[in-house]
């Protein structure tokens, strides 16, 4: 079993610039999670995904962020136009239908 | 999170036993967790225990909940060196997990 798959594992990019983060969940899992992690606010919960529908995305911080789950096994993550703010790791994580969740390496991504 | 409060250091010496403490506010929690970070990696899911349990062991690790004064702890045995790591609590329903800030835990010789 692969895990939970992310690219890239690091990003940097300058401030204004599209940024796409990917992720490969579980095979079996039926929901998927983005979440972002920073020294001040910690672990966020940004979106969750349920068979490929997005259920809740309150956690999106604003308009600039979007995520889409074509399918079963991807699901992406862009931040559109990104801001320095936007620094962190963000995490992937699936999980099966015992609730059980495996996270991602993450993506640390900087914007200059 | 706010409904999780963990300690946010704890420094223990190889060989001697790790303690580390929660404190959660929802009761209706199923499952809670305990999620383990090492350095430029993910959460790593270290154990769990159903919200029916006072106990689980696995190996080197010892899960207590308290469930009326909602309190979690996790042991860590005869604590080594690949051990240095932060540890989050987190417990919730369905899909929404709320994590503690994470205690950092340092092991030195």
């Known amino acids: 079993d692969a895990g939970v798959i992310q690219s890239p594992r690091h990003e940097v990019t300058e401030m204004g610039q599209e940024v796409t983060l990917r992720c490969k969940p579980i095979?079996?899992?039926?929901?998927l999670f983005w979440y972002r992690q920073t020294m001040m606010r910690g672990l966020e919960l940004l979106i969750y995904?349920?068979?490929?529908?997005?259920?809740?995305d309150s956690g999106m911080p604003e308009d600039r962020f979007s995520a889409k789950m074509p399918n079963a096994s991807f699901s992406t993550l862009k931040i559109q136009p990104s801001e320095p703010r936007d620094s962190a790791v963000y995490f992937c994580?699936?999980?099966?239908?015992?609730?059980?969740?495996?996270f991602g390496p993450g993506t640390r991504l900087t914007v200059l | 999170g706010e409904d999780v409060e963990q300690s946010l250091f704890l420094s223990v010496r190889e060989g001697d036993s790790s303690v580390i403490n929660c404190t959660y506010t929802?009761?209706?929690?199923?499952?809670l967790y305990w999620y383990k970070q090492e350095p430029g990696a993910g959460l790593q899911l270290l154990t769990y225990?159903?919200?029916?349990?006072d106990m689980k062991q696995d190996q080197r690790l010892t899960v207590l909940l308290n469930k009326k004064d909602k309190h979690l702890s996790l042991r860590i045995a005869d604590t080594q060196t690949g051990d240095s790591a932060i540890y989050f609590c987190?417990?919730?329903?369905?899909?929404?997990?709320?994590f503690g800030a994470g205690t950092t835990v340092t092991v030195r010789a």
């Open positions: 225990i159903f919200s029916n349990m």
């Open positions: 995904f349920n068979n490929n529908v997005p259920i809740d």
């Open positions: 994580a699936s999980s099966n239908l015992q609730g059980m969740k495996f």
């Open positions: 987190a417990e919730g329903n369905d899909y929404k997990l709320s």
């Open positions: 095979s079996g899992h039926n929901s």
């Open positions: 929802d009761s209706s929690s199923t499952y």
